[in-house]
């Protein structure tokens, strides 16, 4: 795990980067797309919640323009922000970017995609803090059949799903 200070500095990289890209290629160009994601992932970790929102609904926006809203980029966008929403207390707001993360994911990928069962996982974990303990569980059994099948029972992710399956009893 990278200590605070090496995450700072990963930011700042980040940020430095995408501002040359800009430079370059302007601020709407959709290569700064997944930069943008990864700055605010950098960010959701880091605490500065405000600045992840905005970094991600800018990738969103431009994943939107450029793929379309069905688009897996696009849900991928979605399942991040979801995770924001979840972490400052908006289940409701969680629960409906997991969802839509999950239908464009199971439409676009198939029901067995890892993807699929990163949204389940996820969908799961904000069904159990808003009190539906059957329906976490029916989306964690479905999330840990799809990473036995393609990562296989020794995986860190299946064994972390597993985990929180077994948690649910």
């Known amino acids: 795990m990278l200590s605070l200070n090496d995450l700072r500095a990963q930011r700042d990289n980040l940020e430095q980067a995408i501002e040359a890209r800009e430079r370059q290629l302007g601020a709407d160009h959709t290569d ?3 930069d943008l994601r990864d ?5 959701h970790e880091l605490g500065d919640v405000m600045d992840a929102q905005a970094q991600l609904q800018r990738a969103l926006a431009l994943h939107t323009e450029a793929l379309g809203a069905e688009h ?5 966008d979605i399942n991040h922000l979801g995770l924001i929403l979840h972490d400052i207390g908006d289940l409701e707001g969680a629960h409906a970017a997991f969802e839509r993360a999950l239908a464009i994911d199971e439409a676009a990928l198939g029901q067995d995609h890892p ?5 389940a996982n ?3 974990g904000v069904l ?9 569980r029916e989306a964690l059994d479905w999330a840990l059949s799809i990473y036995m099948k393609t990562l296989g029972p020794d995986h860190p992710t299946t064994q972390t799903v597993a985990r929180n399956r077994a948690g649910l009893g």
């Open 72 to 76: 897996p980029e696009s849900a991928t």
């Open 128 to 136: 159990k803090d808003m009190g539906d303990g059957f329906s976490a």
């Open 32 to 34: 700064l797309a997944n």
């Open 122 to 124: 996820n969908l799961a």
């Open 115 to 119: 993807s699929v069962a990163r949204d």
């Open 39 to 43: 700055l605010g992932r950098l960010s």
